[in-house]
């Protein structure tokens, strides 16, 4: 035994050499081993519960939603039907497709794409193959179709399956009061390490500021283009022009378009459909499906006095970054989860990143991500949103904000919560009054 001890230390050093590489390219990774570890050193401390904890997979899975017994979530479904579905005949028809979560990493450190969910009732799925898709107003990408993955969505920044990347002709205008001049764009792809995925090849006049606070920000909107993209309406949104260079002399080193949304966050997109098309008749809405549900039980909590709570859980077939949730509110996320058993922790952990959809007062959604920070001495918790502008968390006050989604397992539309002030740059959100007795989490397995 002695000799085993002695050799520990060597063999742990070993296991992080070799998993150093991961962690290198992303600190935000786990060593791979890491959930493995976690589960084993839980049976170890539980081994009588083996049989009876982790083999229980939830038999008898519900077909009811909890959220739906959430009144929140018509304030979810209403703001998504006022932005995504047409609003008079003029407009093209819009099919909506739920997104299943994000795909690579390319331009700007962005994701290259989403994976989307084929809707039940659509035949033939190749007919939505090079389709533009919207978020709102945002022009997100193109659709592709493939035997493996279904249907993806790839994004303006991304390359198609053919390899090239899509130009497109655009137009910047300050949206401050005042005679400023407008700027006529080619857009094209970012490269990897630019700070933002789209970046401008050409702009005339090259050189007019942009930066000034009287007349930031630029909105960049999709130009005609017979030639590039004749199916793309104008005026769709691209982003903001951001510039580099010397705001003292003016002078203008390398243009770039910061999207509008936080692709990571996404719920849901609209593909646009040609002229007279009935592929969307039949098909329901996102939030008109019902995926399955299982209960989960609670085995042990973690005492208060060691900071954010944990919970032990076992039940369904969760994975790692899963969303556990009660009454149509996102209650815990796992931190860990294993053959059934899961140890999760608080939404507001530090650490815990959540896709989510911001409502502003007057009902208008903006994809984001949300970073735990914590819990204040109310018991509210505390959220950041990096991929906010700043200055912009004004908008959101006592507004809500829900989930948007991170795969099969954590569910778009979930209530993170109403925000109740701002400190600083944070988002205080209120702590639910009835969060409900019943945990649930997706059931069945999924893809990785």
Request: no cysteine; glycine share 12%.
């Amino acid at each position: 035994m002695h000799r085993l001890e002695s050799r520990l230390p060597w063999f742990f050093a070993f296991a992080l050499l070799l998993s150093s590489p991961w962690v290198l390219r992303d600190p935000r990774r786990r060593f791979p081993y890491e959930d493995w570890a976690a589960f084993g050193v839980t049976l170890l401390e539980r081994p009588l519960s083996l049989g009876s904890m982790v083999f229980a997979h939830g038999k008898g899975s519900s077909v009811t939603f909890p959220m739906e017994r959430s009144p929140e979530f018509e304030l979810y479904k209403r703001a998504l039907a006022d932005t995504l579905l047409p609003k008079n005949t003029k407009r093209k028809l819009r099919l909506l497709l739920p997104v299943r979560g994000a795909q690579g990493q390319g331009a700007g450190g962005a994701p290259k794409g989403l994976r989307l969910v084929v809707p039940e009732g659509l035949k033939d799925y190749k007919v939505l193959e090079g389709l533009p898709a919207v978020f709102g107003e945002s022009f997100v990408g193109r659709i592709e179709a493939t035997k493996k993955d279904g249907l993806l969505l790839r994004f303006p920044w991304a390359k198609s399956k053919e390899g090239n990347p899509e130009r497109l002709i655009a137009q910047a205008r300050s949206q401050k009061k005042g005679q400023f001049p407008s700027l006529e764009l080619i857009v094209e792809p970012a490269g990897t390490k630019d700070p933002f995925p789209l970046r401008v090849a050409l702009a005339n006049p090259n050189q007019a500021q942009t930066w000034t606070a009287d007349r930031y920000p630029y909105w960049v909107r999709i130009g005609e283009s017979r030639e590039l993209h004749p199916d793309l309406p104008s005026g769709l949104l691209l982003g903001v022009l951001e510039d580099e260079g010397y705001p003292q002399t003016g002078f203008v080193l390398r243009r770039f378009v910061r999207p509008l949304f936080d692709p990571r966050a996404l719920p849901v997109v609209a593909v646009l459909l040609p002229r007279g098309s009935e592929i969307a008749k039949g098909i329901p809405l996102p939030w008109e499906r019902e995926p399955r549900t299982v209960k989960v039980e609670i085995l042990w909590r973690s005492p208060r006095r060691l900071g954010v709570l944990r919970y032990l859980v076992k039940g369904g077939h969760p994975h790692r970054g899963d969303a556990l949730f009660s009454g149509g509110r996102l209650r815990w996320v796992y931190d860990w989860a294993k053959e059934g058993l899961g140890m999760a922790v608080p939404a507001f952990a530090k650490g815990v990143r959540l896709p989510a959809l911001a409502l502003s007062k007057g009902g208008k959604p903006r994809a984001l991500l949300l970073r735990g920070e914590g819990m204040d001495a109310e018991g509210h918790g505390l959220f950041s949103a990096p991929s906010l502008p700043g200055g912009k968390e004004k908008l959101y006050q006592g507004g809500w904000i829900f989930t948007g989604v991170a795969g099969k397992g954590f569910p778009a539309g979930l209530v993170v919560g109403k925000v109740k002030s701002l400190r600083g740059p944070l988002f205080v959100l209120e702590t639910p009054k009835n969060p409900g007795s019943d945990l649930f989490v997706v059931a069945g397995r999924r893809e990785r």
